[in-house]
């Protein structure tokens, strides 16, 4: 016997989200039908707020509710760095962590010609243009270690070369507490290349 057809269209709702299969689908939906009608009205009223309420960023692309989010709009942050990323998730996950008071710019995406996703397919002319309109004077390029984030690195580098800007890129390297066992060899080549000195 199948699920009625409202909870098969609702599994499978929630089978197109990443990282959720047949079972874990099945679940969710299930979940759905147990709640209280004042947490379903949320849930829904939620989603249907964040795909037209929420928008891009008019200068760095990250998620806001205006025209400019709260990062660009922050007198308070030190406007002359400029960090880079990937997608807007990696942003709210540097604020998290709470060390990093500059501004940001998000790709939205990683140059991989296999893919067919080539540099103009992503932010990398808007960002040339706010380096040479805000007057940054460093940039971080902070996106993820893989030969996509190489790729991007360099054309990166390679299109500020002739700018007077400071670029400097995150170390990426072994997490505390991993066993050396399970560490990849890409991971420890990085780590070898962004090695530190610790002593004369």
Not at 86 to 94: G, L, R, T, Y
Not at 97 to 108: A, E, I, K, M, T
Not at 134 to 156: D, K, M, N, W
Request: aromatic share 4%.
């Amino acid at each position: 016997m199948n699920y009625p057809k409202p909870i098969i269209n609702l599994i499978e709702c929630y089978k197109k989200l990443p990282g959720v299969g047949e079972k874990t689908a099945e679940r969710m939906a299930l979940s759905t039908l147990e709640m209280e009608q004042d947490l379903l009205d949320m849930f829904s009223n939620s989603i249907l707020e964040s795909k037209s309420k929420i928008r891009r960023c008019e200068r760095c692309n990250n998620l806001s509710e205006n025209s400019l989010c709260e990062i660009c709009t922050n007198k308070d942050r030190a406007s002359k760095v400029l960090c880079v990323v990937e997608e807007p998730k990696n942003v709210f996950a540097f604020e998290k962590v709470g060390s990093y008071q500059g501004v940001y710019h998000v790709l939205d995406g990683l140059i991989s010609p296999l893919d067919g996703i080539n540099p103009e397919d992503i932010n990398i002319d808007s960002l040339v243009k706010r380096i040479k309109n805000e007057e940054i004077e460093e940039v971080i390029i902070a996106v993820r270690p893989s030969i996509e984030g190489e790729t991007t690195s360099l054309y990166i580098l390679k299109k500020l070369e002739k700018l007077n800007v400071t670029v400097s890129k995150i170390a990426h390297g072994i997490p505390l507490g991993a066993d050396m066992d399970y560490i990849d060899s890409m991971t420890l080549e990085m780590a070898l290349d962004d090695r530190k000195k610790i002593s004369n």
